[in-house]
């Protein structure tokens, strides 16, 4: 356990906090999302790196771009073809359920064809996943829903894949705080966000159903 990188995690994720309440902004969540995602990227290959060598993550790192690549193509068709806005979260309610399942079971396909196959399970797998929140951290400021269901889908992955690998004894018990802590600051602060952008949005509703009247 490095004690040194869990207080560099601890100290982050609690100035992000209340850089966050006192930025009250989507610039100030963004910012605090990037960090944690470039944290978590750090730890993991700080793991990583000492049971394997930097030449094993250099090629993770060209799956994860080639993956957000294929992934940018496809979610650029789909959001130009709809025209949905990102920022009020109501693409799932005005254009149906189907737009949603077609996106996320392609992107599923992609991703577990890459871990399954491809990648080894274990620190590199995780690491995968991490470097391409890293990625879709820096692209939610581009306001595609989108890309908040990509990230939803990784987060979910990311904890199911660091889960698994708990159970089958591949993380050993020494790195749990340093794999655990950072995911967590990455769900609080996204889910925070979250309810940030949905308050806005009612609020924006509110004031446009007030000057109707």
């Given at each position: ?10 100290i982050s994720g609690i100035i ?17 999302l990037v960090l944690m995602c ?109 890309r908040y269901w990509a990230f ?62």
């Amino acid at each position: 356990m490095d004690y040194q990188i869990l207080l560099l995690v601890l100290i982050s994720g609690i100035i992000g906090y209340v850089f966050t309440k006192i930025s009250k902004s989507m610039t100030g969540y963004y910012l605090v999302l990037v960090l944690m995602c470039t944290i978590n990227t750090y730890v993991l290959s700080e793991i990583t790196l000492k049971t394997l060598s930097i030449n094993s993550i250099i090629p993770v790192i060209g799956f994860s771009i080639a993956t957000m690549v294929v992934f940018e193509i496809s979610r650029a068709y789909f959001d130009n073809s709809l025209s949905i806005d990102a920022s009020s979260f109501q693409g799932l309610q005005e254009f149906g359920i189907e737009y949603y399942i077609a996106i996320i079971l392609f992107y599923s396909a992609l991703l577990f064809v890459f871990l399954l196959y491809i990648i080894p399970l274990g620190y590199l797998s995780m690491f995968y996943i991490a470097f391409i929140m890293l990625i879709t951290s820096f692209a939610l400021v581009g306001s595609s829903i989108v890309r908040y269901w990509a990230f939803e889908l990784y987060i979910i992955l990311y904890l199911t894949l660091m889960v698994g690998l708990i159970l089958l004894n591949i993380i050993e018990i020494d790195y749990y705080p340093e794999i655990l802590l950072p995911y967590l600051f990455i769900l609080f602060y996204y889910l925070d966000m979250r309810s940030f952008i949905k308050k806005k949005a009612s609020s924006r509703v509110s004031l446009k159903k007030r000057r109707l009247r």
